[in-house]
C-alpha cells in the first residue's frame, strides 16, 4: 500500500510539472499560429535515423503550415540532395489560412510529406555527410492600397494661411501574411498646379519581399505578377514602362530574390480642367499580386560504408 502511495505521489508530481513547464504533450490541440510576413511555414524537417549504412532505410519527414491571412494553393513539397531512390514532388494541394474570427482562433491547414529512402553503398572504411533540402512550393497573393490625399492648389494655400500642418507621409495597408510587401513614398498631401495645363508628380513604388523564401513566378527566381490600379482624377504617364490609362499589368518589370526591395519610380498625371472645381480629393494605388514562392528548410544524414 506503501508503494502504490508513492508512486501515485510521483505520477502527481510528473504531471504538475509537465504542465506548469509549458511542455506540448503529443496530440494536444493546436493553437493558431500567425505570422505578419509569410503565408507558410515549414513546422519541421527532419531525417530518421540521421546516422546509417548502406541498406539501411530513412525517413525524412516535412511538415508544412498556412500562417497568412490567404489561402494558399497548388502546395508541393520536394526534396533535393539526395540521388538515390524516389524524391518526386508531393502534391498538398490547398492550404488554408488561421480563421482569427473564432474564439480561440482556428488554426491554419497543415499537412506533411514523407519520402522513404535507402542509403547508399560507400567503400569499407569511408563517412560522408549529405545535406537534404526540403522545398516547400506555393501560389499566393498580395494586396495592398497607397493612399494619397491631394488639394487643388487654392484649396492647399487656403489651409496653409489657416495654419494647418500640410506634411505627411503616404499610408500604405498591406495584406497581413503575405511575404511580398509595397511601399510607396512622395509629395503627401499633394498639391495640384492649377497653373499648368497638365501637372505631373513622381512616386516611388517599393517592392519588398520580406518573407523567408523567394518568389519563382513561371519557373523563374524573383519573378511576380500582378496589376496596379489608379483611382481617383489622375493617370499614368510614365509608371513601370506604362503611359496613360489607369491599369498597369506587372510582367517581366519587377524580379525580387531573397530579402530584397526593389524600387520603381511612377508618374502619374492630373488634368487642371478636372481639379480646378475640386478642392480636394483622394487617389489611390491598388495593388493586387499574384506569385508563387518557395521556402525550404535543410537536415543532414551520415552514412557510413561498410
Known sequence: MKNMLMTLSFILVLFILVFSSGC???GQKREAKVDPNNGL???EFSVSPDFVEKGDEIEVYLEVENVGWTTASNVEANLYGWSWGNTGTKHLGVLRPPDISNDP??????????WILTAPELPEGTKTSYTLTGRITYNYKSTAVAQIQAYNEDEYNRRREQGEELTGEVVVDNSYGAPIKIGVTGEYPLKVD???NADEVVYRIFFNNVGDGVPITDGIDGKIKGTIWLQGDAEFSD????SGGKRITIGDQVTLHRGE??????????????WASMPEGTISLIFDLNYDYYIESKASVTVVGG
Open 194 to 196: 492649377l497653373d499648368e
Open 105 to 114: 482562433p482556428t488554426p491554419g491547414d497543415f499537412d506533411a510529406a514523407t
Open 239 to 242: 509608371c513601370l514602362g506604362v
Open 41 to 43: 511555414t515549414i513546422n
Open 24 to 26: 506540448v504533450i503529443p
Open 261 to 274: 526591395s526593389v524600387k520603381k519610380a511612377c508618374r502619374i498625371k492630373l488634368k487642371k480642367s478636372d
